[in-house]
């Protein structure tokens, strides 16, 4: 765990040095060239040779701290002027750019993956207004709880919620949750899952 955590805090000291940026491309292009040729357990080696009783064998070695990466670039999305943390930016640091040998330019495998990161923050995006004009859609007229646009805009967001969990988020009684989640059922906006009861959004506008 300490090696892991120690990977994430390089990573994020060596970005923030660099911030703040007027390009940012050239300067997460300078941040992988420091990290690749100045943190060796940031890079992938492939496979390695290792020697059992005599024999010799090939086997892959241990993968790189890619991730930690990945992680500090998401953690500094001002490096794109998106503000102090409105959004989130994941996975601008693949394998790939930490490849021994890599198979395109770190400029070309890098501007792929922030296309890639910007896609999916525009899916996600264009899912949460398709959620918002759902639940507006299907409540308005309706006698809803007051609770029930909130409880919707929860487990459109993240998923399937039990009624206890719902009422902690929301600061309420397990009845007042319990209401919201009737109203919902009512609207076809959600139903029970078998089991543990969560309440969970029917159009799943995230693919929950």
């Keep these: 765990m300490q090696s892991f955590l120690s990977a994430d805090?390089?990573?994020?000291?060596r970005l923030d040095a660099l911030l703040p940026a007027h390009d940012p491309m050239a300067t997460l292009e300078e941040w992988l060239e420091q990290l690749r040729d100045d943190e060796n357990d940031f890079?992938?080696?492939g496979s390695e040779e290792v020697v059992i009783e005599g024999k010799v064998f090939q086997r892959f070695a241990p993968r790189g701290s890619a991730w930690a990466?990945?992680?500090?670039?998401a953690m500094r999305p001002h490096l794109f002027s998106l503000g102090a943390a409105p959004l989130a930016l994941a996975g601008l640091a693949p394998r790939a750019l930490f490849r021994a040998e890599p198979e395109s330019p770190l400029p070309a495998t890098l501007s792929r993956a922030i296309a890639s990161a910007a896609a999916d923050v525009a899916t996600d995006l264009a899912a949460v207004?398709?959620?918002l004009a759902l639940g507006n859609e299907r409540l308005a007229g309706l006698y809803a709880s007051s609770q029930a646009p909130a409880v919707w805009h929860l487990i459109a967001g993240l998923g399937p919620l039990?009624?206890?969990?719902?009422a902690r988020a929301l600061g309420v009684t397990r009845r007042t949750a319990s209401q919201a989640a009737t109203v919902l059922e009512k609207a076809d906006l959600a139903a029970l899952r078998p089991g543990d009861h969560a309440l969970i959004p029917k159009?799943?506008?995230?693919?929950s």
Excluded at 69 to 73: F, G, M, P, R, V
Excluded at 162 to 166: F, M, P, V, W, Y
Excluded at 203 to 207: E, F, I, N, V
């Design 9 to 13: 805090n390089r990573a994020l000291e």
């Design 43 to 45: 890079l992938e080696l």
């Design 69 to 73: 990466a990945s992680l500090a670039a």
């Design 129 to 131: 207004r398709a959620a």
């Design 162 to 166: 039990t009624r206890a969990e719902l």
């Design 203 to 207: 159009s799943a506008p995230r693919g």
